[in-house]
């Protein structure tokens, strides 16, 4: 046990030390994990990312959260949250100390600007993994930088959730009324549709 929550917790501290972006950006690292450590699989990942994406908080640390806890109870929760804020904390202290030196630094800012389009990717390539996953027969597998796209016995186009994708969209855009709703009315309503037509793959 002791071996597995050292292991959670140097896993999200490469995640939360690396995925500049935000959330969403921490997906690849999520996927290059369970393919390491077979803790869970993609189509586990994307009803991760649905639970984490429906409760409050931060994406990436309901994630660290929610894996934590799948793979090890309580206390991989606390590993995996743990390991993924520690990058954060260490380096808010680091600013916060040398806060003067940093704020006209043209190294630092240089930095950041370089920084905008590694994140930009990140979200980008959770994003095309996400679309393929929940909506087409493709699945995308590998192992660093290049991906390998395979085909899964099935359809190749999966009509009722692209159906229910469309929808949505029309409806948070299109229709004024409905577009004003609480975001947890459509997280209702999608989970709803999932249930009854048990769009998650069961």
């Not at 690396?18 to 999520?30: N, R, Y």
Request: proline share 4%.
């Amino acid at each position: 046990m002791t071996a597995v929550l050292a292991r959670l917790y140097w896993e999200f501290f490469q995640t939360g030390l690396f995925a500049v972006g935000g959330g969403m950006a921490t997906l690849p690292f999520l996927k290059k994990i369970g393919e390491s450590t077979g803790w869970y699989s993609y189509g586990d990942l994307m009803n991760m990312l649905a639970v984490s994406e429906s409760t409050p908080g931060p994406i990436g640390i309901n994630m660290a959260t929610y894996v934590g806890y799948t793979v090890a109870g309580i206390p991989g929760a606390l590993a995996a949250t743990l390991g993924e804020v520690t990058p954060s904390i260490i380096i808010i202290l680091l600013i916060a100390i040398f806060l003067n030196n940093f704020r006209q630094n043209i190294y630092v800012e240089r930095a950041f600007y370089g920084l905008r389009p590694a994140s930009a990717g990140l979200v980008g390539a959770a994003c095309a993994g996400v679309v393929l996953e929940v909506l087409t027969g493709i699945r995308l597998s590998g192992d660093g930088l290049v991906n390998h796209a395979r085909i899964m016995d099935g359809p190749l186009f999966l009509w009722g959730r692209i159906f229910l994708a469309a929808l949505l969209l029309i409806l948070t855009n299109a229709a004024p009324k409905i577009r004003d709703l609480h975001p947890a009315a459509f997280i209702a309503f999608a989970a709803a549709i999932g249930i009854l037509f048990r769009f998650g793959g069961a």
